[in-house]
């Protein structure tokens, strides 16, 4: 049942803190329920004194049903009033049925005052949908339309057993009281969809100058990603000042055209093609909505005033986190403190890639000059390791997380664990990216002509970053982990039924969630008939394997589980784990294959570095433990020096 607002509290009800739940609880006291039953049903003992025992919930009740009567019999009809003191006079207590119930509750309401954004959401909404809505910190009416209008239209996704129909509930009881509330919920909130977007994302969204230049920031932009960008023809780029008059090399009527045959370049290099994408439409916003030029009418002191935009952002650029199809995406996501502050070396990639941009575009004859050349890169500092690799575990740690998944997974519904253990194998003993590992497939996975019987040898070939093709070693451990998890999705890892070689990705989900992005992408492989959270199972092509993202987001959901019912971990350990995403494993091969006494020109080649001096940040691991060794012996020599 869709857990609805009810109607609204009355002056004396919010007194004495009677809630919706009361309301509801009397209805059904009024209906011959058992107050024990009440008690258990609609309160929680802890919160509620008076639902501690059926004694002290019939006492509550009672209290209620008497202030309710005395309402009714002030505010309500001459008819109503005059059957209430028959009951009492007869029965020493108003006796009522569903029907004079009814009568009570809306006689009642001729008191009530309307409800304010201070009020708490207990006190009018059913209570597990207040417990839930407490979880995200929730409390008040006024914070749950902030919640609303800050989340959009995906505002319940968040939230534990808060579906689509009491989403829709609960935004529409809002509606009808924004008068009373003093407060709007966007139109986008409960809009509907097709295809898991928002219809009032559907159409192209006509971006222009902003309003309000003076410098203040409270006017909302309008503001669209590339895809669904239109921009009035005066700041198209039509007619650009910068326009080349030379024969053009590209179909480009406007700026539009350009930057979209642009990044046509990068149509089969997804991670260059978005990281691309998102430079363009930054640019291509400010420059039309904050500066009031069209892209192609920018000159040397615009580009310097993007580089100090780029220090800080507009605060309107900037918000939380959306799909690209709502209509509250923002150019900059919000960091930990609400605002966009972009680092140095992410302003210099911004500026770099924006460079080669308008290089290109002169080079095709879109442009007739580059107006980036005049201006310098942001400075950056230059660090003495250009990676990360604290993530990386250590030895015992990794030993003891590689005994706990073959624990984990030893029962025979742990489907999720095995493709855990398979996806971390593969990369913690091969060194692939989650990337790599995510679009890896069977068919390129072999035995080596290097191996032995008494010592097999497998090989994975991959295509890694910069489209560059390289070869791996697949451990032992690994193929086993593999070869379960390939059981989970009734498939056969060596061979098929038919004897040809089994095909497809190496990892892939087994469990596929009931929403409409997963449903859309596995659209092929579900099959008729099955629960909605039943493994899925799935043959050859129509099999779609994890996205780089699904599976960092399953590895991280997964170690942090093993974080809180692991045991033998020191704090420390736990925090190290609760760090840790699919690339530090990557790290961690690293890290320990050096530490090992791997050949570092060997680790370079299995982790498909382009230069050796990369790989040797990993060797710079065994810094600290150099430095103790070292710091040992000089105490050894001072205390043999200071000895009688």
Known sequence: MVERPLGPAHPVALERGYTIKDFTALRAYVQRIEPAVIARTWYDPDEDPHAATPGAMERHLTRMLDTLVQLAMAHGSAVLADHLRASIRQHGQPKLTAVTFRMVTEAAQLAAVPPHPDHPIGAWLRPRVTRRLKGEGIGTLGELVAFCNRRGASWWRSIPRIGRGRARAIVSWLRRQQIALGLTVDPDVDSVEQDGRPLVAAELVEVVPDSNPSGTTSSRLTLAPLERLSVPHALSGAEGENRSAAFCYIQAKHDLDAVRAYLNRYRDQPKTLRAYTKELERFLLWAVVLR?????????????????????????????????????????????????????DSQRYAVRALRAAFAWWVDVRYLAGNPWTAVNDPPVIRRASAMRIERALPADLWRRLRVELDVRCADERAVQWRAVRAAILLMGDSGLR???????????????????????????????????????????????????????????????VTGQASSGPLLAPVIIPWTVPSRRRHRQGQGGGQSPFSPRVRTGSSEAGYTADGLNRLIGRMLKGLVETMDGLSLDERVLLGQANAHAFRHTFGTQSVADEVPVDVVQKVLGHASLQTTTIYVQAEKQRVVEEVARYYAGVAARQTAP
């Open 292 to 344: 009031g030029k069209a892209m192609s009418d920018l000159r040397v002191d615009d580009c310097e005033a993007y580089k100090d935009f780029l220090k800080r952002p507009d605060p309107r650029f900037v918000g939380e986190r959306f799909a690209r199809h709502s209509p509250r995406w923002r150019p900059f996501a919000s960091g930990a403190a609400g605002a966009a502050s972009l680092s140095a």
């Open 434 to 496: 989650r990337e790599e590992a995510a679009s890896a497939l069977r068919e390129n996975l072999k035995a080596s002509v290097y191996g032995t019987p008494g010592r097999p040898v497998w090989e994975l070939t991959i295509v890694g970053k910069g489209q560059r093709e390289r070869t791996v070693p697949v451990s032992a451990a690994a193929l086993q982990a593999l070869r379960g998890h390939w059981a989970d999705r009734g498939r056969g890892f060596d061979e098929t």
